[in-house]
C-alpha cells in the first residue's frame, strides 16, 4: 500500500494546475508515510520560496506554522464525511495555528482546518503580519488576525469559521496602524468583523454572517468599508463611513435602503439541513435570490459578484486543484490493479 500511495502522489503530481510552483514538498506524519517530512518547519527549512507543501490528510494534528517564507500550503479540505464523493481520503489536514511572519509576502493557505480554539486574545487561529497573503477555503474557530504596521492585499475567500460552544471569538481582527485592499468574500462566519478605522479599500462581498450571540463579542464594528451582498443571520453590525448595499438581515441591522431587506426569517432563506456548511445554500424561493448589487446575482455564500475573478463557497473547502474521489485497488496474482477517478475543482 504504500508504493499505492505513492502512485497516487505521482498522478496527482501529473495533473497539478499551472498555478502551483514546480516543487511540491509533502508532509505526513501518519506512521509508515512516504512523504519526505514529517512535519511542516522541516519542510519549509527546505523549501525555496515560491515553492508549494502539501500536507496530506491525517488524523494527527500537525501543530503550529509559523512561515517565513512565499509558500503555498494546501492541505485535504474539511467535512469531507458529510459532502460525499469530494475525496477518497475524508480526514482532514489539521493544523494548531499558523503565522504568517515577515518574509512570507505573497503566501497561500487552502483546504486547511486550524484547530486551536482558546480565551487568550493572543492566541488566533490564522495570524497576519505581511502583505499579498491568501486565506482561502480553511475552517476554524478561531479568529484571523491582522496586524502589522502597513500592510496590503488581503483576501480571506470562501473560509468557514465553525462555531465554539465554549469561546466566542471575531472572524477577523485587524489590529494593524494601516491597512488596504483587504477583500472578505464567500465565507461562512460565526464571529464578527472587526475592521479599524484607519483602514481603508475593505471590500466585505457575499459572506453568511451567523454571529453567535452567547458573549460579548457578538457583533461586526466596521469602518470604511463597501458592504454588499451579505445575510446577517443574527447579531450586531456596526458601522462608521461605510457603504452598505444589497443585503439581508434577520432584524434592522442593516439600514432600509440601498437595496437592504430588514427583518428577514432566515427560515425563508438557507436550506437549513444537509451538511454542516451546506446547510447555508439558499432554499427554493429564498429573498436572496437575485437580490445583489450588480447584476441579480444571489446573496450569500454560494454567488458571487460578476467581475470579480472568483469563485463561490465550495463545500468543504476543497483545494483548487485536482483530486481523487474514488480509489479502487485489487491485487491479482502478481498484478496490481488501480481504478482511480479524479475530479477538477476551480
Known sequence: MKNLSLLVFLLLSVLMTSELSATILRVNNNPGATAEYSNFDSAQNAAVSGDTIYMEPSQNVYGTASVFKKLTIIGNGYYLDENAGLQANSDASMMNNIKFLSGSDGSVVMGMTFTVSSNNANVHAIE??????????????????????????????????????????????????????????????????????????????????????????????????????????????????????????????????????????????????????????????????????????????FDVPPGYGYVPYKLSGIPSIPSIYLLNAAITSDTLNVTISTRSNN
Open 128 to 301: 497576519i503580519q505581511a502583505s499579498e497573503i491568501k486565506i482561502i477555503r480553511n475552517k476554524f474557530r478561531d479568529r484571523i488576525f491582522i496586524n502589522g504596521d502597513t500592510l496590503s492585499n488581503i483576501f480571506v475567500l470562501q473560509n468557514y469559521q465553525e462555531p465554539d460552544n465554549t469561546y466566542l471569538h471575531d472572524f477577523i481582527y485587524d489590529e494593524t496602524d494601516s491597512l488596504s485592499n483587504l477583500i472578505i468574500l464567500n465565507n461562512i462566519t460565526s464571529g464578527g468583523i472587526i475592521i479599524q478605522a484607519t483602514s481603508n479599500g475593505v471590500f466585505i462581498f457575499n459572506n453568511v454572517l451567523h454571529i453567535e450571540t452567547h458573549s460579548y463579542t457578538a457583533y461586526s464594528d466596521v469602518n470604511n468599508s463597501i458592504v454588499r451582498n451579505n445575510i446577517l443571520t443574527q447579531g450586531f453590525f456596526y458601522n462608521a463611513n461605510c457603504i452598505i448595499q444589497n443585503n439581508l438581515c434577520n432584524s434592522n441591522q442593516f439600514p432600509p435602503t440601498n437595496g437592504n431587506q430588514q427583518n428577514i426569517d432566515m427560515n425563508t432563506v438557507f436550506l437549513y439541513n444537509g451538511s454542516t456548511d451546506g446547510q447555508y445554500q439558499l432554499k427554493a424561493g429564498s429573498p436572496a435570490i437575485g437580490a445583489g448589487y450588480y447584476n441579480g446575482e444571489d446573496c450569500g455564500a
